[in-house]
């Protein structure tokens, strides 16, 4: 029976400037031949794959956290999608309060396209992120910003204090059939309150991953760094945490590495299993 090894992408397997080392791509390759690998990120499809250029992935990728499953043939294993009746409700709230969000979407009537949408009224924090897609062809800015008829996730992005509003008034109105990601955004330095669907997360992804190449989670092996990821803590074999994880992750992990992100925590937890 193979090993299987999934990771967390961002502040875990990249770097803090959102590279990769030749060293950690050579350690995780060599895995190929004998483990199943994958991914387990927040991120989409198509920014996955451009990190991952070059990188061995043989096992459906959990992306969007956890609200697409997907091989990187494009292959939908598994979605979660918040409907746009629901969608629309979640942006009028904000919308009352003076904050529009980003809307992760599925094209209805491509092969796993997905759409990135936007209002033209942004705050300096939503900005900043989107000078990191300049190049990518799905952005859709929008004089008002609704859902579409699939949608993986709505992220706001702005002060703690403001999310912790947005997100209190969503619960009043939705209460569990949603799901909140409230947490800080490292890379431009303010909060994000992420919503899904109920079931969309790591854990379930991680379920689904399992059932789909008919591996025992006992086998499994999972990198992370932050509260996203505790799900799969809880599901795999062995958990291990990089030394920049939060706190709660780390007391949850299995193995805390004495090595971060920016310095091939991973790759070097990999490489040791070799020389064990």
């Not at 697409?68 to 942006?91: H, P, R, S």
């Not at 780390?250 to 790759?267: P, T, W």
């Amino acid at each position: 029976m193979k090993n299987i090894y999934i990771t967390d992408l961002d502040h875990t397997f990249l770097k803090s400037d959102l590279s990769l080392s030749d060293y950690t791509q050579k350690i995780w390759n060599s895995y190929a031949n004998e483990a199943i690998l994958s991914v387990a990120t927040a991120r989409t499809y198509k920014k996955t794959m451009q990190f991952l250029e070059g990188f061995a992935i043989n096992a459906p990728m959990i992306l969007l956290d956890g609200a697409l499953v997907a091989t990187t043939q494009k292959k939908i294993i598994d979605t979660k999608f918040i409907v746009q009746e629901v969608g629309d409700a979640i942006i009028e709230v904000g919308s009352k309060m003076g904050i529009y969000p980003f809307v992760l979407a599925l094209d209805a009537g491509k092969n796993l396209q997905e759409l990135f949408l936007y209002d033209t009224i942004l705050n300096p924090y939503q900005k900043e992120v989107l000078t990191r897609y300049t190049t990518d062809d799905n952005l859709i800015e929008c004089k008002k910003v609704r859902a579409k008829e699939k949608n993986f996730k709505v992220v706001y992005m702005g002060e703690e204090q403001l999310l912790r509003a947005l997100e209190a008034e969503l619960k009043t109105l939705f209460a569990d059939r949603l799901k909140y990601i409230l947490a800080p955004e490292a890379y431009v330095g303010c909060w994000f309150l992420t919503i899904l669907h109920k079931d969309a997360d790591k854990a379930h992804g991680i379920q689904s991953v399992s059932e789909y190449m008919g591996f025992d989670v006992n086998n499994l092996t999972v990198f992370g760094d932050n509260l996203n990821d505790l799900g799969m803590f809880t599901l795999a074999g062995t958990s291990v945490a990089v030394s920049n994880a939060q706190k709660e992750v780390k007391e949850k992990a299995d193995v805390v590495l004495e090595f971060s992100n920016d310095e091939d925590g991973v790759a070097k937890y990999l490489q040791r299993l070799r020389n064990v």
